[in-house]
């Protein structure tokens, strides 16, 4: 088994600031994705990569840049936090980019903008 | 795009008695896509329930049950009884495209009453 670790829990900034949340998985898996929840609505996709160093726009990616350094680990950076982007960032990995795969997720970082 | 719509909101039901939360999906890109049951279940992270990845087939785990069915395009999540412990919230999802990212539904929260 394995697991996602998502850093920090809970992520309280300013208007305007930019914000990093962090995901790390011990999967071994290929593909991480970055999904965002609003309160009562379904995840979205923000980011997601098929392999180290690579970068795919989901439908919710501007306002966010994300990065995939190492094969375990991708963060994800609010460029100016807003209001309007309190949410639950989930992150999660899969083996393959296949149609099938099964995703596995962290238990997500909830963002406070004041 | 891509859509999902599943039951709104929160079901209450009695132990013991079936349960059922409708999941009717569109998508324009792909003629069958991959069908899933998430679950959540309270203090851990989002997790598969159950995936069908072919039209006319049934996928079951811990005693619930759902059928893909290209003609009304639902995916209906039953339970003939179910247990205070399946008390969580429940998404349906849909796969399709080159890579694994998911479009989900926005949820639905049962609560099982003893």
């Known amino acids: 088994g394995g697991i996602i670790t998502q850093t920090p829990k809970f992520l309280i900034g300013q208007e305007g600031q930019k914000l990093t949340l962090k995901c790390q998985q011990n999967f071994n898996h290929d593909t991480m994705y970055w999904y965002r929840q609003d309160s009562g609505k379904g995840l979205r996709l923000i980011y997601y990569?098929?392999?180290?160093?690579?970068?795919q726009k989901g439908d919710l990616s501007e306002g966010y840049d994300a990065s995939r350094e190492k094969k375990s680990s991708f963060s994800l950076t609010v460029t100016s936090a807003q209001k309007n982007e309190m949410a639950v960032f989930l992150c999660?990995?899969?083996?393959?980019?296949?149609?099938?795969?099964?995703?596995?997720f962290g238990s997500g970082t909830r963002l406070t903008v004041l | 795009g891509d859509s999902v719509t599943q039951t709104e909101g929160q079901v209450t039901v009695s132990e013991s008695k079936s349960l059922i939360i409708n999941c009717t999906y569109s998508?324009?890109?792909?003629?069958?896509?991959?069908l899933f049951w998430y679950v959540r279940y309270p203090g851990e992270g989002l997790q598969l329930l159950l995936k069908v990845i072919t039209a006319g087939q049934k996928g079951s785990s811990r005693g619930f049950e759902a059928t893909y069915n290209k003609e009304t395009t639902s995916f209906h999540l039953q339970k003939a009884s179910v247990q205070e412990s399946d008390s969580a919230v429940y998404y349906c999802a849909l796969g399709e495209g080159f890579a694994s990212a998911l479009t989900f539904g926005s949820g639905t929260k049962v609560i099982v009453l003893p």
């Open positions: 990569s098929i392999t180290e160093n690579d970068l």
């Open positions: 999660a990995s899969s083996s393959d980019w296949g149609r099938a795969e099964t995703l596995y």
């Open positions: 998508t324009t890109s792909i003629a069958y896509p991959n």
